[in-house]
């Protein structure tokens, strides 16, 4: 007896989660390595945030930290809530959810890209100019992660 179109699980839909839940596990990891790197100078945002304590921020020498490091979080948020939603729109099929799910995954695209821009504004107005900074792996892992997510719940949504 062949299965109603409705209840059949759509492969490319469950590969696009995978992809989602995989850039989900990109952001974390990005979140926690090096963030930026300089010559000698570098490190994870709480390394940065410990040296930053350090030195007075009267200097404006940490211009961007805060923003780099708001987006960094609120893109692992709504990559969780994009991936939970893709997963839980494949079981439920309701149209209102496949909405709610292409927004937090646009949402999880733009912040990603927000959060290396305000990067390279850290590496660019802080004290790492002396030392010639960039963007780590984090930056990358965490940019790559959530634009992998947000294309893969997309997907999911909208094709599910």
């Known amino acids: 007896m062949a299965k109603s179109k409705s209840k059949k699980l759509n492969i490319a839909v469950v590969i696009a989660a995978i992809i989602a839940l995989a850039g989900l596990a990109l952001t974390i990891v990005g979140i926690l390595t090096d963030w930026v790197s300089a010559n000698e100078y570098g490190g994870t945002f709480s390394e940065i945030s410990q040296l930053r304590g350090d030195i007075t921020e009267a200097l404006g020498l ?62 660019g107005n802080t004290w790492y100019k002396l030392a010639e900074a960039a963007p780590a792996i984090g930056a990358w892992l965490l940019t790559v992660g959530g634009v992998l997510c947000g294309l893969g719940g997309a997907y999911a949504a909208l094709k599910g």
């Not at 960094?72 to 799910?101: P, S």
Request: proline share 0%.
């Open 62 to 123: 940490y211009e961007g930290f805060d923003a780099a490091y708001a987006f960094a979080i609120i893109t692992i948020v709504v990559a969780a809530i994009t991936f939970i939603g893709a997963v839980a729109e494949l079981i439920m099929k309701k149209k209102l959810l496949k909405l709610i799910v292409a927004i937090f995954a646009a949402a999880t695209i733009v912040c990603a890209i927000v959060a290396l821009i305000c990067t390279y504004t850290l590496c």
